[in-house]
């Protein structure tokens, strides 16, 4: 009986020491849980592998029609031109002329540098001859100012602008003396509208911002991130008008001038709905579009946005806005031209405009002419122009 009583003892013993053996060796195993992090530590990487091709040219010439070269030292234009030349990039339209003497000096700083790269653009002038500190001394405010517009639009031409560029500030930002914000279709520009249709040359106009920047600043939108970050892009609440009521506004404006080129930047600031656009292209035949800084929102849809470029291709232009390097190029380059997969839209590692990668649409090569430089050539006359002097048309 002893000897029984030893045996169950050591057996015991045993298996306590298997029962914290086995114990320890689970606890070893377990990893940590993760820690919470905030949102902008997130730094995901993709495992995907799939075919990539990292362009760094435009398979055929290509204009880009947003650019902002207004504020570069020469060297620094002198590098835009570098990067045009390796990205066969042939002509870029610069946004940035003033209205006035302004125009002439940047004008002659583009063309004289590089000629037959640059077309310029002379932006709306609201000023005038008053007093930029004081908005109610403001031309935009005295009768008559839209022929005055109107007139300065021709001087402009007459010194080589090849079209007319409105930001969103007409609509967000500019207000009347009592600060109430001028709608888009005040009459009072009619007559710049219908001077640009006389003088052949097109307009180019952003009139919103992506519709997320016109929701609440909430977990529900997919810009949140972005508007944390940059809390004065946003237009919800206060008294700014909804977004459907500035591009309405705009559309507005484009069918009481059907003789007028309308160029409506950022896919005309509906990229997320194309389905929509398609619609407003049915309807306004002098509207068209260019894609500057919205491959991103083009990207994510890849079926529809392919249907899209090839039922309009005679209606969309190439533009990337900024002055881009080459590291934001090639993804212009594997959107329009690849079937590449799931791959980053910008070169930062955080992205700037959603949390997405985005997909090549693979197009083919008769609507890549149209949308990289045909159609530009077709629409604005001093592109054709510069074109035509490099021999990239007849």
Not at 230 to 242: A, L, Q, T
Not at 305 to 320: E, M, P, Q, S, V
Request: proline share 8%.
């Amino acid at each position: 009986m002893c000897r029984a009583l030893c045996q169950l003892v050591v057996f015991g013993c045993s298996l306590v020491m298997l029962a914290g053996f086995a114990t320890t060796a689970v606890a070893d195993d377990d990893p940590e849980p993760p820690r919470r992090i905030y949102l902008d530590e997130f730094r995901p990487q993709s495992e995907l592998k799939t075919p990539e091709h990292l362009l760094r040219k435009a398979k055929f010439p290509c204009v880009n029609v947003h650019t902002h070269p207004g504020r570069l030292s020469d060297e620094e234009i002198d590098e835009m031109v570098r990067v045009m030349d390796e990205a066969n990039i042939a002509v870029s339209v610069s946004l940035d002329g003033r209205a006035g003497p302004r125009f002439a000096n940047h004008y002659q700083k583009l063309r004289q540098r590089h000629p037959n790269r640059f077309v310029v653009f002379v932006r709306m002038d609201y000023i005038g001859n008053g007093d930029a500190d004081d908005s109610s001394t403001w031309d935009v405010h005295q009768p008559g100012f839209g022929r005055r517009m109107a007139d300065r639009l021709s001087d402009a031409v007459k010194q080589g602008a090849g079209g007319l560029k409105l930001l969103k500030d007409l609509g967000l930002y500019l207000r009347d003396p009592e600060g109430n914000l001028i709608r888009p279709d005040d009459p009072r520009f009619d007559p710049v509208w219908q001077r640009a249709g006389e003088l052949g040359i097109p307009v180019l106009w952003h009139v919103a911002d992506p519709v997320a920047f016109f929701r609440p600043t909430n977990e529900r939108n997919e810009r949140w991130e972005e508007l944390y970050r940059h809390p004065e892009w946003s237009f919800h609440g206060k008294d700014f008008p909804s977004h459907q009521e500035l591009i309405d506004a705009r559309n507005r404006v484009i069918a009481r001038h059907p003789q007028t080129t309308f160029i409506c930047a950022h896919m005309a600031d509906v990229p997320e709905d194309l389905a929509k656009l398609g619609s407003y292209l049915d309807r306004y035949p002098n509207m068209n579009v260019e894609i500057a800084a919205r491959v991103a929102e083009l990207g994510r849809q890849p079926y529809t946005a392919r249907k899209f470029f090839l039922k309009y291709a005679d209606r969309i232009l190439f533009g990337t806005d900024g002055v881009p390097p080459m590291s934001e190029l090639i993804p212009h380059w594997r959107f329009l031209e690849t079937w590449d997969e799931y791959f980053p839209y910008e070169d930062n590692p955080f992205p700037p405009q959603g949390f997405w990668n985005i997909y090549g649409i693979g197009l083919p090569d008769d609507v890549l002419r149209k949308v990289y430089h045909e159609n530009a050539a077709r629409l604005i006359p001093a592109v054709r122009e510069a074109l035509q002097q490099q021999g990239v048309i007849d």
